[in-house]
């Protein structure tokens, strides 16, 4: 069992600052992990606020999610971390938060999101224009990891093509990438968008 490297463990602060900046994760709400090159996954512990994540704020787990140190309790949904490092070899960080636009949208109803002409989607994967969109899975809340995460996998089998994020309703929004760089752009322009969503549902 060897400490986490302290790069990793920057990294997830910076992020969790970056995040509570824009007002994406309120009170101890949002979790952020790498996949590490020795094959370990660093997560933040629970229960912390991740604007303010401590030195020691951050663990290993395995890629089943199962903790090296059993005193130290990681992040209530590793599972939906771990799940995407099992099935995304490319993926090596992964972000979760709450921001208003996610919740609201995604308690309207539905089974996805499309998003569809906004410049912002060539943040994605294989979109060069604007003329382009990504259909971004919802999936019903559930405080039961494993079986939240199975439906997640449900999903990804239905539509191979699924983009890198979903939204859990009433709760947030994952999206990963393949470095913390690349996650927390993906994020922010994902979460641009749900709020051009959520403005334009507004109008009359
Ligand atoms: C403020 S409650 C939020 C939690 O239930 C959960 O959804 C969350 O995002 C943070 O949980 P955590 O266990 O700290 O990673
Ligand atoms: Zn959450």
Redesign the pocket.
């Known amino acids: 069992m060897s400490p986490l490297p302290a790069e990793a463990v920057e990294t997830i602060r910076a992020a969790g600052r970056r995040l509570d900046q824009r007002g994406w994760v ?6 952020i992990s790498l996949r590490l090159a020795d094959g370990r996954i660093a997560i ?1 512990r ?3 606020h991740k604007g303010f994540i401590p030195e020691d704020g951050a663990m290993a787990v395995d890629l089943h999610g199962r903790p090296e140190a059993s005193n130290l309790r990681p ?3 590793t599972g939906l971390h771990c799940g995407i490092y099992r099935r995304f070899p490319a993926a090596r960080a992964a972000l ?1 938060g ?1 921001s208003v636009p996610a919740t609201v949208l995604s308690r309207r109803g539905g089974d996805h999101l499309e998003l569809s002409g906004y410049e912002l989607l060539k943040a994605f994967p294989g979109l060069p224009t604007h003329e382009a969109s990504i259909r971004l899975p919802i999936l019903d809340n559930d405080q039961d990891i494993a079986r939240l995460q199975a439906r997640v996998e449900q999903v990804w089998d239905a539509a191979p093509d699924v983009p890198p994020g979903y939204i859990l309703r009433g ?2 929004v994952y999206v990963w990438g393949e470095d913390m760089p690349g996650a927390l752009m993906r994020l922010e322009a994902l979460e641009f968008m749900l709020a051009c969503e959520l403005e334009a549902a507004r109008l009359p």
Do not use: D, I, K, M
């Open positions: 309120p009170a101890t709400a949002g979790n933040t629970s229960g912390f992040s209530a949904e979760h709450h709760h947030g």
